[in-house]
C-alpha cells in the first residue's frame, strides 16, 4: 500500500522559503512521476511541479517556475519542493502525489502541509 506523508509547512513571512518533504513507502517508484499540488482556500486544486521518479526531469507551473525546485533522494524514497522567494499568493495546502508516467490520473495522495505566507 502506498503512503506519502508531507512535513516542512509552516508560516513563513513574504520573501522567506520553506523546504517541504514527502516521504514516500510502498512500492517501488521507478517509471513514477512524483509531483505537488496545492490549494488555496476557495479555489481548486492546482498543480505547482513534478519529477520524473527514474531520470528526474522536471516540470513547474508558470507560477512558481524560478521560485521553486522540484528533488528527489531514491534512497530515502523522499521527494522535495525547496520554496523561495515566498508570496502571500503561494498560501495553501501542499499536497504530495504520484502516478504511473504512463497514466494520465494522479493515483496516490499524501494528507497535506498547511502553508501560510504572511505580507
Known amino acids: 500500500q502506498v503512503q506519502l506523508v508531507e512535513s516542512g509547512g509552516g508560516l513563513v513571512q513574504a520573501g522567506g522559503s520553506l523546504r517541504l518533504s514527502c516521504a514516500a513507502s510502498?512500492?517501488?517508484?521507478?517509471?513514477?512521476?512524483m509531483g505537488w499540488f496545492r490549494q488555496a482556500p476557495g479555489k481548486e486544486r492546482e498543480f505547482v511541479a513534478s519529477?520524473?521518479?527514474?531520470?528526474?526531469?522536471?516540470y513547474y507551473a508558470d507560477s512558481v517556475k524560478g521560485r521553486f525546485t522540484i528533488s528527489r533522494d531514491n534512497a530515502k524514497k523522499t521527494v522535495y519542493l525547496q520554496m523561495n522567494s515566498l508570496k502571500p499568493e503561494d498560501t495553501a495546502v501542499y499536497y504530495c502525489?504520484?502516478?504511473?508516467?504512463?497514466?494520465?490520473?494522479?493515483?496516490?495522495w499524501g494528507q497535506g502541509t498547511q502553508v501560510t505566507v504572511s505580507s
Open positions: 502525489t504520484g502516478r504511473p508516467s504512463s497514466s494520465s490520473e494522479w493515483r496516490f
Open positions: 510502498g512500492r517501488t517508484f521507478t517509471g513514477y512521476l
Open positions: 519529477i520524473n521518479w527514474s531520470i528526474g526531469t522536471t
